[in-house]
């Protein structure tokens, strides 16, 4: 089955920039990830798709980043302005709705902030 | 708020010994636990997970233990290999596909040949 795709894969921007990042899930799967991995920690939620509907987004900054899932397939993130500490990998991940727990994720974006 | 914490950050094994990695959770009502590998400049696939209603899952040279009352859990590698090399992410989340998973800080595993 073909995985989780995302554009683009690498990304510089200026500092006050904006940047857009794409993701098209596994199909068939109801739920959709970003995440936002900083070198070297974890994985940090920033918003959580059920559908086309959002399911938590208590981690995302609200002032600069929004994401959107119309149709409740593709997703976009996107950071407007970014700052320096946005520099990061961006990952997009999705899973089953059923009991199917596991998460597949994207090749991520890795985004420069100059 | 949830917390999951790891340790060690990095570890380093001789080749053909074992490598545990442990981790412990903050939110009791958590009842799965993935475990992720994270090669250099690539996405995280997950290895192994095992749910609260087991405490211990193996899969080839891969094991996992849970102790909920303690609410923590291990990886477990034995005879190490030099593919085993890679950042390693624990997580705890309640448990279905609309819980949001917290993630471990990682550990960096290397093997010495």
């Known amino acids: 089955e073909a995985g989780v795709a995302q554009s683009p894969r690498y990304k510089i921007i200026e500092k006050r920039q904006s940047v857009a990042f794409w993701c098209n899930p596994i199909?068939?799967?109801?739920?959709l990830y970003w995440y936002q991995q900083i070198l070297g920690q974890g994985p940090k939620l920033l918003i959580q798709?059920?559908?086309?509907?959002?399911?938590?987004d208590s981690q995302l900054p609200k002032d600069r980043f929004s994401a959107e899932r119309l149709k409740g397939v593709d997703s976009t993130l996107k950071i407007q302005p970014a700052k320096l500490e946005d520099s990061a990998v961006y990952l997009c991940?999705?899973?089953?709705?059923?009991?199917?727990?596991?998460?597949?994720f994207g090749p991520g974006t890795r985004l420069t902030v100059t | 708020g949830e917390n999951v914490e790891q340790h060690p950050s990095t570890l380093s094994v001789q080749e053909g010994d074992s490598a545990v990695i442990k981790c412990t959770y903050s939110?009791?009502?958590?009842?799965?636990f993935p475990w992720y590998k994270q090669e250099l400049g690539k996405r995280p696939q997950l290895i192994i997970d095992?749910?609260?209603?087991?405490g211990e899952k193996k899969d080839q040279r891969i094991a996992v233990t849970l102790n909920k009352t303690a609410k923590h859990f291990s990886l477990h590698i034995t005879e190490t290999q030099p593919e085993d090399s890679a950042v390693y992410f624990c997580?705890?989340?309640?448990?279905?596909?609309?819980?949001?998973?917290?993630f471990g800080s990682g550990t960096r595993l290397s093997i010495r040949p």
């Open positions: 991940a999705s899973s089953f709705k059923s009991d199917s727990y596991e998460q597949y």
């Open positions: 199909s068939g799967h109801a739920t």
């Open positions: 798709f059920q559908n086309n509907g959002v399911v938590d």
């Open positions: 939110d009791s009502a958590s009842n799965y």
């Open positions: 095992i749910r609260s209603n087991v």
């Open positions: 997580a705890a989340s309640r448990g279905s596909s609309a819980s949001k998973i917290i």
